[in-house]
């Protein structure tokens, strides 16, 4: 049994002990504990180091806000969580946490030198030190603090777990499922609707948890919880989600959510992802997120033992488990009473309750019950410092005078001690959503003011004082919700409540300290990036006044913990020390997420080869089966190159073009953009779309066509074939296949509504096959029917249909390699095998399948452009050597206007010409620059780029095209390619370099 | 010549929750009311005029997916006879009659999960209320493309492009590991 647990009570299950482990040590909890709860069992106070000083850490409060108690979780050496709040992880058989921020061990921490040398780390520190010589920044300084600082440490190994996603909708979502969240739900679903509740526990209940002795509906709190949760869950219409963290609330009451659903397990089934994110969109939203009790401010209250009086509460009544002997209560409000009597009934001894406010303000029906029960009270009392080292042993007191003098009063002997500064609403998510703060002067926090979206609040978070307020402000908001969601109206459960008031007002800054006295030790505000008020202060003093400026000087609220504890605190004590009201000095704003979220749960699904759709060819299990090299072109994924045996990239290439040039090579292209334009107006839309004149072309025939942006630069390209007088067949890149249908899509809708056209999609349609080379047409020969393959019936740019293999076949004469070239469309389902028939009747042609790289070459050596590689979204038609697919007669064309500006008609522009280095064996790198003169200074005039450079082997030489300023005129003269070592000298040609005459292409 | 190839659709495993269905002939059909009109007549069908529902009549099915959009769904074996007909039909009313059979792959989620597993991916709401049964849209799964039609309680037909079925399937599968076996 450990020293500190009580025999008897809270909401463990003493049956089911369970031994985990910290920091090498075993220990004992039961199921229920969180890691807190149980190492405070056994009286463990120390559970870290402080993020700058490294200073001794211990628990500060009992959930999600705290700020100190941060530990990394092991499962094994892929799944190490670090910055944990051991307050929130629930204990299992086995489980491993370790502390962090300390070396060697949390005693004996060599870090905490930082403290002896704290005085020379003040606000603004590391931008004030760090900042020269700049290059030291990244070379030095930053590996060094963030290796001093950071907090827990990433596993370098894959995360094994999976984390999976959903999507959720519901009539009312609320969000915490304390008394007023419990009383949401039930209401909402009274009325009928679908609701979606979710709390950041594994058990719902919120405050009633640590509650002894509340009684709802003459119920005592925990039955009511059974009793409540129940009757939700067998409500179909009703999804409860414990363990989920509402940690970001987006536009339109979509609100992101966190499951947890395996950390608490000792042994996850493989079944079950580690997380699931919810993406719920909800009609109307009810925040029922409760209140944070707030720290007090005073010298040295950052020691292990002091805690907020809540938390000491919360282990006594939901843990069983003493947080000291002796304690010391210091109220700021009349939560501390409370926490006084129940602590004083479970068996510690309270030294004293030291009331900081005046005696009038001590007065409430807590600090009545606390006198009557015989608890020693002090009023205007403040705390000067605190001794101990790794855990509080004492405090030292201080009384304020009617003059606002302060005197020492007394030190006290204790093992713990208990604070409450009052409670801020968790504003946090009605903040996100835009909604109004109103500070609440009485209260002494800021409360939820006018909602922006369709979300209401209820409950602690709207500063309700009795458990009776909370449960009737969380019935009328469910009702009210489904109301509004729904338009059922139900009548709003009326709760008799009885549970000891405890008024949770209070005053947000620093407890008054002796004027001009240096004070002993730091007054923290924001504990986790420890921040003080002296550095609060000096911020002030070094002129920072918005709270924004402050915040970002000195770190306050910036850590993980987003100032939960912090925030109030702060604007407290700037205030104070500004003479200016709270709501003067202003309010940070509040972002996502609440709490820390795992990259995991945001990645989902989307990892290796899930992270993207992976699109795959007709031909794919062939070229697999082949050995063939795939690369990835956006989501597909094309054949690079089929390897014979051992070959290079370079062989194989090289082999597969000159089969192309000699015999008859198949390609996979059915990757490329096919969209299907049909309508009476057809013509018309893709004369005012493309540069060409489309009028001219014959059904049966096809052009090359290009697409242009408004600004007169080449968009897109592909072959567009006219089916029918009113049906074409527009060919897109791959890339471009998506943006192009959308850009004709939004131009059919918004400008040119006039015509009757429509587009479809066929890309997935047709599966098609290039057969380019002499010997193609006699491939084609022994397989089509219904088709005439001559060259006076099926020229270059003809189209036909026929079958093959007897499939329906659409016949292209194109040539993307400058040999006699046909593209066999089948419907995609044959592919495969129509693809495979092809490559059986060609073996007595030599046919040779060949990959994107060949396809490469072959088109370089023709000079055909490829948009995106030759052209980068600054190129017109002339710039890239096409302007002869302009339509000279067209009226207007998309770009048209853009194309007639002077700059775009300038002869010095960017022109796409051919490369030929005076050394044939010589490749260039592409993106390499282009200078005039050789040996220039840096820096150097750069007159252009190479865009595309391959070996050729036809050619048996190297060939390049690049963009050069004027660069046709510049044809015959020789330029340069400087790269380390050497300049190359590159004589300028016309872009095509190889059958310049097209007698191949015709053949 | 070789015999006439084999229609073979990327093949899709079947299991519990989810069943392969078999291929079949597709058009995306645009138009006008006259050739709305024109088209329910010769297809069988009355084209549904509510937004995002679908009818059908034997094994043809109409679904309306866009104001003047729908897809037209028939078994395989009507493909040939089927795209004559229609375009007769029609005539010269202004129209969009553009074969897809081969365009997307068609497979049945189904059973007490069917809605749980889609709604991992997709983003509409498929409760029975806001999406009844005959209740069809295009909409997302992931990062794909998909039509849904709700065909039953717990049925859902799922089309996606052929490249991209795969993506979909396998997206489900991982959903469904979590199901009780």
């Known amino acids: 049994m450990s020293r500190f647990r009580t025999t008897r009570g809270g909401r463990i299950d003493r049956s089911r002990p369970v031994r985990f482990r910290f920091d090498g040590r075993d220990y004992e909890g039961f199921a229920g504990d969180t890691l807190a709860a149980a190492l405070l069992a056994s009286g463990v106070h120390l559970l870290g180091r402080s993020f700058k000083y490294h200073r001794p850490r211990g628990i500060l409060a009992a959930g999600a806000e705290e700020p100190n108690a941060l530990v990394t979780v092991v499962r094994d050496a892929a799944r190490r969580t670090p910055n944990l709040r051991a307050t929130q992880i629930e204990v299992y058989e086995g489980l491993v946490a370790e502390s962090q921020n300390r070396w060697p061990s949390l005693a004996l921490d060599v870090g905490a030198v930082n403290g002896l040398f704290a005085a020379f780390l003040p606000a603004g520190f590391y931008n004030k030190t760090f900042m020269w010589p700049r290059s030291a920044w990244h070379a030095l300084y930053e590996p060094r603090i963030r290796a001093a600082a950071g907090l827990g440490v990433a596993p370098g190994l894959p995360d094994p777990d999976r984390y999976a996603q959903r999507y959720a909708h519901c009539d009312v979502l609320v969000v915490g499922a304390g008394p007023a969240g419990l009383a949401a739900a039930a209401g909402a679903a009274s009325a009928g609707a ?28 925990a039955d009511w919880i059974v009793a409540q949760h129940a009757a939700l869950a067998s409500n179909p219409r009703v999804t409860l989600l414990p363990r989920t963290t509402a940690f970001g609330y987006f536009p339109h009451n979509n609100v992101g959510l966190c499951e947890r659903i395996t950390d608490h397990l000792a042994r996850p089934p493989a079944a079950l992802p580690r997380e699931r994110l919810w993406q719920v969109r909800a009609r109307e939203v009810i925040f029922a997120t409760g209140a944070i009790e707030r720290p007090l401010v005073f010298p040295g209250n950052d020691r292990p033992g002091v805690m907020l009086a809540s938390a000491a509460r919360s282990y006594l009544n939901r843990y069983g488990v003493q947080v000291g002997s002796r304690a010391v209560v210091l109220a700021g409000s009349d939560a501390a009473y409370a926490a006084a009597l129940d602590l004083a009934a479970g068996g510690v001894a309270i030294a004293l309750i030291a009331d900081v406010r005046e005696p009038g303000r001590a007065q409430g029906p807590a600090a009545t019950a606390a006198r009557d029960a015989g608890l020693a009270v002090e009023t205007s009392m403040t705390a000067l410092g605190t001794s101990g080292r790794r855990r509080v042993s004492g405090v030292h007191l201080g009384r304020v005078g009617n ?286 779309l493309y540069v060409n004149n489309w009028s001219t072309l014959a059904p049966g025939r096809a052009r090359y066509g290009i697409l242009l942006r408004d600004d007169g630069f080449v968009y897109d390209d592909g072959v567009v074939a006219r089916l029918a007088e009113d049906r074409f067949h527009v060919t897109t890149t791959t890339g471009g296949a998506a943006r192009v249908f959308g850009m004709m899509e939004d131009y059919i809708q918004t400008e040119w509504t006039d015509l009757s056209v429509w587009i479809t999609s066929t890309t997935e349609q047709w599966a098609v096959i290039a057969l380019q080379g002499p010997r193609a047409r006699d491939v084609l020969a022994g397989l089509v029917s219904g088709v005439d393959l001559s060259p006076a019936a099926l020229p270059h740019m003809a189209v036909a249909h026929g079958r093959i ?196 292409l015709n053949a | 010549m070789p015999e006439t190839l084999q229609r073979r659709p990327p093949p899709v495993e079947g299991r519990g929750w989810l069943e392969p269905l078999p291929a079949a002939t597709r058009f995306s059909f645009r138009g006008g009311s006259g050739a709305i009109e024109a088209l329910s007549r010769a297809y069988g069908v009355p084209l549904p005029t509510a937004a995002c529902r679908a009818a059908s009549a034997g094994p043809r099915a109409a679904l309306r997916l866009g104001p003047d959009e729908y897809l037209l769904i028939a078994p395989a074996a009507e493909g040939a006879s089927l795209a004559p007909m229609l375009a007769t039909a029609l005539g010269s009313l202004p129209h969009s009659l553009v074969e897809v059979s081969h365009r997307q792959v068609a497979f049945a989620v189904q059973g007490p999960y069917a809605e749980w597993l889609l709604q991992s991916g997709c983003p509409l709401d498929l409760d029975l209320g806001p999406f009844p049964i005959g209740m069809c849209t295009r909409s997302l799964f992931h990062k794909a493309e998909i039509t849904l039609w709700r065909t039953g309680p717990t049925t859902f037909r799922v089309e996606a492009w052929r490249s991209f079925a795969g993506y979909v399937v396998e997206l489900l599968a991982d959903s469904a590991l979590e199901l009780p076996a």
């Open chain 1, 194 to 221: 679908r609701v979606i509740l979710c709390d950041e526990q594994h058990e719902f209940g919120g405050s009633l948890l640590a509650e002894r002795g509340a009684t709802i509906d003459a119920m005592a709190a």
């Open chain 1, 805 to 1000: 293999c007897g499939v329906p076949m659409m016949l292209f004469r194109v040539s993307f390699s400058g040999e006699l070239g046909f593209e066999i469309n089948v419907p995609a389902d044959y592919g495969a095998e129509t693809w495979a028939a092809i490559h059986a009747a060609g073996q007595a042609h030599r046919i040779t399948p060949y990959g994107t790289e060949a396809m490469h070459v072959l088109r370089a050596e023709k000079g055909y452009i490829i948009v995106g590689q030759d052209t980068d979204g600054t190129m017109t038609p002339d710039d890239a050597g096409v302007a002869w697919a302009i339509g000279k007669a067209k009226s207007d064309f998309v770009g048209k206007r853009g194309l007639a500006r002077a700059a775009l008609r300038r002869p010095d522009r960017k022109q796409l010409v051919g490369l030929a280095t005076v050394d044939p064996g010589v490749v260039l790198e592409e993106g390499a620059q282009v200078v005039a003169t050789p040996g220039q200074a840096v820096p150097l005039q750069m007159i252009g780029h190479v865009t595309s450079s391959y070996h050729s082997p036809v050619l048996g030489r190297s060939i390049a095209l690049a963009a050069i300023v004027g660069g046709r005129a510049r044809t015959g003269q020789t330029l340069y390619v400087p790269m380390p070592g050497a300049d190359i000298p590159v004589q300028v040609t016309p872009p095509v370099f190889y059958d310049r005459d097209g007698a191949r």
């Open chain 1, 403 to 688: 003059d606002g003098s302060i005197r020492p009063a007394a030190s006290l002997r204790c093992d713990v001690l208990l604070m409450s500064g009052g409670y801020t609403p968790s504003v946090h998510l009605h903040s996100q959503s835009r909604g109004k703060l109103e500070f609440d002067a009485a209260f002494g926090a800021f409360v939820p003011g006018t909602a922006a979206e369709r979300t209401r609040c209820a409950g602690g978070v709207r500063a309700t004082h009795t458990l009776g307020a909370a449960l009737e402000d969380g019935a009328a908001a469910g009702v009210a919700a489904a109301l509004a969601a729904t338009g059922h109206a139900a009548a709003a459960h009326r709760y008799a409540a009885r549970l000891p008031e405890a008024r949770l007002e209070g005053t947000p800054g620093a407890l008054p300290q002796p004027a001009g006295a240096v004070p002993p030790a730091k007054a923290f505000v924001d504990f986790q990036n420890d921040v003080t008020t002296r550095d609060l202060a000096l911020a002030r003093r070094e002129g920072f006044e918005s709270i924004e400026h402050i915040k970002r000087y000195t770190t306050t609220g910036m850590a993980t913990d987003q100032g939960k504890t912090s925030g109030l605190n702060a604007l407290g004590f700037v205030a104070a020390e500004s003479e200016r009201r709270i709501p003067e000095v202003g309010l940070t704003t509040y972002r996502m997420p609440y709490t820390p979220v795992t990259f995991g749960s945001f990645a989902g699904v989307a990892r290796g080869e899930l992270f993207d759709p992976l699109r795959k060819t007709p031909s794919h299990d062939w070229v697999v089966a082949q050995g063939g090299v795939f690369e990835d072109v956006g989501q597909w994924k094309r054949t690079r190159y089929f390897p014979l045996g051992g070959e290079s990239l370079r062989a194989a290439v090289d082999r597969e073009c000159l089969a192309v040039r000699q015999h008859v090579g198949m390609f996979d292209a059915s990757t490329l953009g096919k969209i299907e334009v049909v309508g009476r107006d057809a013509a018309t839309f893709l004369n005012r």
